[in-house]
Every structure is written in C-alpha cells, then in structure tokens.
C-alpha cells in the first residue's frame, strides 16, 4: 500500500485598485495532491475491539507508523473509545 501526499505552494499576487490606499499582498495558495497505489478495501464489523482492529490492520500489512495515525485519528473522531499510549 502506498499513499503519496503531494503539496505544492503557488502565491498569488493581489494588487488594489489603482489610485487606492491598499497594498500588493502575496496569498498563499497551497494545492495538496494524493496518490494511492496497491492496498486492500476491507469492511470490517462494528464492535471490534482494539486488538482485534490490531490484528486486521496487521494481516493488511499496515505498518505501524499508519497503525497509530489510523487509531489516533479513529480516537479523535469518536470512533474509538479507547486510551491510546504509544511509547
């Protein structure tokens, strides 16, 4: 599974209007890219529990790394009634 984020900065300049008291100004304009090659699609039960979404994600190949980012933003949604310590 691989996931590629991309982003890329294109600043815009904004002038006033002529013969007004404003400013040029640079606006940031930032474009964000995601690429997603290989990986699985699962559908799992409602009603896992921890280690048992451990587990799925383990025989999917996550890696760890993805497996905190997947249960910490699971946990911040509300969707995971869990403790999380990572160490």
């Known amino acids: 599974e691989n996931i590629v984020i991309a982003t890329r900065e294109d600043p815009l300049v904004s002038q006033p209007a ?3 008291d404003g400013t040029t100004e640079i606006v940031p304009r930032t474009s964000i890219d995601i690429a997603e090659s290989g990986g699985q699609y699962q559908v799992w039960p409602q009603g896992m529990t921890v280690g048992e979404l451990a587990n799925a994600l383990n025989l999917l190949g996550v890696s760890p790394n993805t497996m905190i ?5 699971l946990r911040n949604q509300g969707a ?3 403790e999380l310590i990572i160490e």
């Open 69 to 73: 980012t997947i249960m910490s933003s």
């Open 18 to 20: 002529p013969f007004s």
């Open 80 to 82: 995971l009634q869990a």
